[in-house]
């Protein structure tokens, strides 16, 4: 009988995860990892923060050096991309010719951001996913120079506060008429604008780009102009497009895997195909908190998915599994943490200290929290949640209250 063999695709947060759990759990057969990027599996979160910053380096965002994998019995193919899988023969084609027999495959392959093209461009925007494409950035943020991001989600905050942290003058293009509409509720993003005001970033929100042009050398500070769409022109020296993602799940469409909006998986991970498993930003998973499946763009989620992927291929449960929905943001120096789903009646507290945080309450349960610099209360919400607490909404509304006796 051949050695069992497990294949995963992607280099990143899920994909390393996977197949460092596998091993540690005490897997003896083959494990072959494919990453498109040069890098060994790395973790994103800091590609937006400390390596813009100058405060992370490549080394250190590493989940595992390339030799502590070797070192594991990880063979490790970087710089290749999986162009054809065939499902049933389970078999996989890379571009360089080779083919992986496999017993298992995982999909991990992550997620591509959203290309915009305004009038004027000679192609898309520069964007923000890859190591080497916050490498790139980093060098372009020089003290005194203007950023224009477009996007003001999770994503484009954070780069305007790592331009902050470097001297770099930040400005904002945001579609919706408030930030980071698809992930806090109406309080919470009003905190944050003022937030980002006060810090000296320029928002032009409930605006559009409509196009981008040279800056000639004598008519003014700028490499590039960019007029919106009300006719207001702004000079920028680097642009960065930070407009969401989409799931890249060419792969498992073209083999005939069900997909839609991701590559569609239970609760464990399965895809509609026996031995073919998938995990990250690229999965839509069945949820205990929804009546459909959820795709889920965060650390945890990677995270929490590929430990539970890693697990179900060895017939074995995940242990500590959290299927709480969450995500953390550090912006202008504090962090926020984001638990649940933002939906329901929304209940802001205030401290005198200046921390803050907002409830969402759904039939009288705790469903969602965001918190300003307070990790206790989001570990004590996120496992609110996870029990269905239920809670009385004006008792979590007085100000006198304890919110953290309220949710222990």
Known sequence: MSERHVVIVGGGQAGGRVALSLREA???????????????????????KGLLTGEAEPDTTLLAPAAHLAQMGVALIT????????????????????RLDFDDLVLATGARPRRLVPEGAAGPLPVLRRMDEALALRERLRPGTTLAVVGGGVIGLE???????????????????????RQVGPAASAFIEA?????????????????????????????????????????????????????????????????????????EGRTSQPGIWAAGDVARAVVPWSDRPERQESWRNAEMQARRVAASILGSDPAGDDLVPGFWSD??????????????????????????????LRDGRLVGCTTLDNPKLATLA??????????????????????????R
């Open 79 to 98: 710089a290749t991309r999986a162009t054809e899988l065939d499902a049933v023969a389970r078999r996989l084609l890379l571009e360089d010719g080779r």
């Open 195 to 267: 937030r980002h005001r006060a810090a000296g970033t320029e928002l032009h929100l409930g605006r559009t780009l409509r196009r981008i042009d040279p800056r000639s050398l004598d008519s003014g500070p700028g490499v590039f102009v960019l007029t919106l769409d009300d006719g207001t022109a702004i000079a920028a020296d680097a642009v960065v497009a930070a407009i969401g993602v989409v799931p890249d799940m060419a792969l498992a469409e073209a083999a005939g895997l069900a997909c839609e909006d991701g590559i569609l998986v239970d609760a």
């Open 331 to 360: 912006q202008l120096g504090q962090r926020l943490q984001s638990e649940g789903v933002c939906a329901g009646t929304e209940i802001v507290r205030l401290s005198g200290d200046g921390r803050f945080a907002a409830f969402h």
């Open 159 to 181: 780069l305007v506060s790592s331009a902050l942290a470097r001297g770099v003058r930040p400005v904002l293009i945001e579609a919706a008429d408030r930030l980071m509409a």
């Open 26 to 48: 005490g897997f003896q057969g083959r494990i072959t990892l494919v990453a498109e990027e040069a890098h060994p599996p790395y973790e994103r979160p800091a590609l937006s």
């Open 382 to 407: 996120r496992r609110a949640i996870g029990r269905g607490l239920e809670i009385d909404p004006a008792a979590l509304a007085d100000p006198g209250g304890d919110p953290l006796r309220l949710l």
